[in-house]
Each structure stands twice: as C-alpha cells, then as structure tokens.
C-alpha cells in the first residue's frame, strides 16, 4: 500500500481510521458520528452533510435525529441550521 502524506498526516491512516469506527459503529451510529464530524470544528463539511441526509426516508431522518441526540445530546436540526450558509440552507 502506498502512504500519501499532506502537511506530515498519512492520507491512508485517516481513512483507515474511518473506515475502522464506520465499520464498529454499523450504519446508523456512522451516519450519526459522520454528521457530528461534519459539524465539528472550524468549517463545515456541507458536502458530508449533503451525502448523510439528502435523499433520506422520514423514518430515517427521525432516527439520525433521535440517535444523535441520544449520542451528542445535541439538536440535530439545530445543529445543522447553525452550521450551513444560507445558499445550502434554502
């Protein structure tokens, strides 16, 4: 396997790393913990976010809801709307 390293972090550990916690936490806990991680931090992910929820059942979204207030104990409405620019928001 081949290592890319960009600012002195390997590329490959990091997605290894997800790849390992998405694989533990089984579909919902990985949609919960990558919307959380899309929110985290300085700058949002708008295109995770975008990949997580859109196309999403309502029975979905009400799960990623209760699981991430479960989880976080954190609104996820809240929390996204806090988070997109307005042109993503509409």
């Known amino acids: 396997m081949v290592s890319t390293f960009v600012s002195g972090v390997n ?3 990091i997605r290894l790393e997800y790849t ?3 694989k533990a936490l ?3 806990g990985g949609d919960i913990y990558l919307l ?3 929110c985290k931090g300085a700058g949002t992910h708008e295109d995770l976010l975008n990949e997580v929820l859109l196309g999403r059942s309502n029975e979905e979204i ?3 809801k209760e699981g991430f207030k479960r989880v976080y104990n954190k609104d996820l409405v809240k929390t ?3 988070e997109l620019s307005m042109k993503t928001e509409r």
């Open 36 to 38: 959380n991680r899309a």
């Open 62 to 64: 009400f799960l990623l």
């Open 20 to 22: 390992l916690v998405l």
């Open 26 to 28: 089984g579909p919902l």
């Open 11 to 13: 590329i490959t550990d």
């Open 80 to 82: 996204v709307q806090g």
